[in-house]
């Protein structure tokens, strides 16, 4: 079945003339028409350019040139990236109808590579959130259960790509929202270093957190990914120029030698026994590859946390200011005075996690409490840098849980405190700006997936790729696929 297979094998099928683009789309809409009334996943499903885009790809396989490996490729892209023409919800009532006039740059460049896009995938509003209960339209469901959340934000990308409803997707990650989720789903995550990938076109949540970057079905499809969406961008200031190598001609060089850090802090009270079980195995399974593994320190890890919900909300506070009812998006109607239609707009298209952050955000900039709050997190977040720096001054990569436990059932977390707890573990890479990947590593006994989360040093995703490589070819874990039937 197409559906089920991985971007590689499909892009070998096309190549030997054995499938064709418009067959692999027509199988992904049809497998969405029977299944994403279940999974959720998706917010807009794009048919009609899906398969213009298949039927151009099918005449540059038959006259011999197509683009490379994601020719004919059908993905799908986390709803808070821009898409001309395409409505951009960011899963949020305030922007349910805008259409944006451009494409962001990560979608140009998927294009350019000859992908067809199958369309645009739930998440938490304004990608704020653990679970997907913050959209304000429905809940995407994990395919391993459907009882269960499959993470946040990115948790339509996640799912989708679970579920074989599509065979890449884009997502986003701020404190974690493409680890998290893949972890929950049980599929490749890949978060980039910050500036890697061009943020131009993705709607901003935490201008110094955000980053693009790819779920794939295993570790080589998040690097043929990657590898069309990275690169310096003029239009994005944050964009670094810096060379990208080829990822997946590294990705089987093998572990021999490589040195792994064990962090301390990562091993901590309330960590599931099965993570923590699961995690240590891959740890012996990668000595047994050849690597060398060692204790780091990370002795900033337990402010992340706190550090991160003071800096990500107040970016979010000014980021999202421009929602006010006169420039585009949602404006309610009857207001007596501009302040007035300011507080009835916002009010009405914003969800309550949303509001929460904003005011979180607003207060902690606030006269008087800027340095107090703001200021000092600023701080924390150099010393969590620091203590990245200093840890792979020893060792190549951090090998660590992506997540304190599995996916839990929807509405089980209503405190948002135990929500943001899922991200202990993925908040530091962001405030660090450091490359990070969730693989498969391993189930519980109930059959939920556990994330291994693989930290590197920025701007070495290679490696990250490579030692996630070597773990996959050396297990079966992301071989298994949920159940699911029509």
Known sequence: MLTGLSVHELAGRFRRKEATPTQAARAYLDRITALDPKIKAYMTVTADRALAQAAAADARFQSGRPLGLLDGIPLAIKDVLCTRGIRTTCSSRILENFVPPYDATVVTKLLDAGAVILGKLNMDEFAMGSSTENSAFFTTRNP?????????????????????????????????????????????????????????????????????????????????????????????????????????????????????????????????????????????????????????????????????????????????????????????????????????????????????????????????????????????????????????????????????????????????????LNDVFTIPVNLAGLPGVSIPGGFTQTGLPVGLQIIGKAFDEATVLRVARAYEAATAWHERKPELTA
């Open 144 to 420: 391993w259960d459907l009882a269960r959340v499959p993470g946040g934000s990115s948790g339509g990308a996640a799912a989708a790509v679970a579920a074989d409803l599509a065979a890449a997707t884009l997502g986003t990650d701020t404190g974690g929202s493409i680890r998290q989720p893949a972890a929950f789903c049980g599929r490749v995550g890949l978060k980039p270093t910050y500036g890697r990938v061009s943020r131009y076109g993705l709607v901003a949540f935490a201008s110094s957190l955000d980053q693009v970057g790819p779920f794939g079905k295993d570790v080589r499809d998040a690097a043929l990914v990657l590898q069309a969406i990275a690169g310096h961008d003029p239009m994005d200031s944050t964009s670094v120029d810096v060379g990208v190598p080829d990822y997946s001609a590294e990705l089987e060089g093998g572990v021999k030698g490589l040195r792994i850090g064990i962090p301390a802090e990562y091993f901590i009270e309330g960590l599931d026994p099965e993570v923590e079980a699961a995690v240590r195995a891959a740890v012996e399974t990668l000595r047994g590859l050849g690597a060398e593994s060692q204790s780091v320190s990370l002795p900033h890890t337990e402010y992340g946390l706190a550090a991160y919900y003071v800096i990500a909300p107040a970016e979010a506070s000014s980021n999202l200011a421009r929602y006010d009812g006169v420039k585009y998006g949602l404006r309610v109607p009857g207001a007596r005075d501009l302040i007035d239609m300011y507080s009835r707009t916002r009010g009405a298209g914003f969800g309550a996690e949303v509001k929460r952050r904003v005011m979180l955000g607003t207060y902690a900039l606030s006269a008087g409490y800027y340095d107090a709050y703001y200021g000092k997190a600023l701080r924390v977040r150099t010393l969590v840098q620091r203590d990245f720096q200093r840890a792979f001054e020893r060792v190549d990569v951090i090998v660590a849980p992506t997540t304190p436990g599995v996916a839990f059932k929807m509405g089980e977390r209503e405190d948002p405190l135990q929500m943001y």
